[in-house]
């Protein structure tokens, strides 16, 4: 028979036998203590700071960077939350104004390592009418 907790997941559409799986808005991480002090995604912050701070502990580009407590994981690191193409790693690296909310357009082109997004080709870095995707945005914008 199932329990209270394993209906409700069943409804919300999670696994019931997977911790990880888990609807946000109607997580109990207090009957859980390993699942609080977890990094479900790798992105440096436990899943109860996730929870205290109002981001996703199921997105590991939604936090708030001084909430992060414990090593990020190297998908992280090698991972563009902003789609600019340059990895989080070397955003960090870069010194970058990092914070809650990621600027796409704030970074250092020679560290461009991995492909641009649809969504950051769409965007006008630098405000003359004409898209990152339309534009050799390297030709047209010194960033440093």
């Known amino acids: 028979m199932a329990t209270g907790h394993q209906r409700a997941e069943v409804i919300d559409g ?79 690296i870069d010194a970058e104004a990092w914070g809650p909310r990621v600027d796409s357009c704030d970074f250092q082109q020679t560290s461009q390592t991995v492909p641009t997004t649809p969504a950051w080709e769409a965007l006008d870095c630098d405000g003359d009418g004409v898209t990152n995707g339309q534009a050799d945005y390297r030709r047209h914008r010194s960033i440093g």
């Open 14 to 92: 999670t696994d019931p036998v997977d911790p990880s799986g888990f609807c946000t808005g109607k997580a109990d991480l207090t009957t859980k203590p390993s699942l609080v002090d977890a990094d479900q995604t790798g992105d440096g912050v436990t899943n109860g700071d996730e929870v205290a701070d109002g981001t996703d502990p199921l997105d590991n580009c939604d936090l708030v960077w001084t909430s992060q407590t414990v090593p990020p994981s190297q998908a992280r690191i090698d991972g563009d939350c902003d789609g600019d193409g340059v990895t989080n790693g070397d955003e960090v």
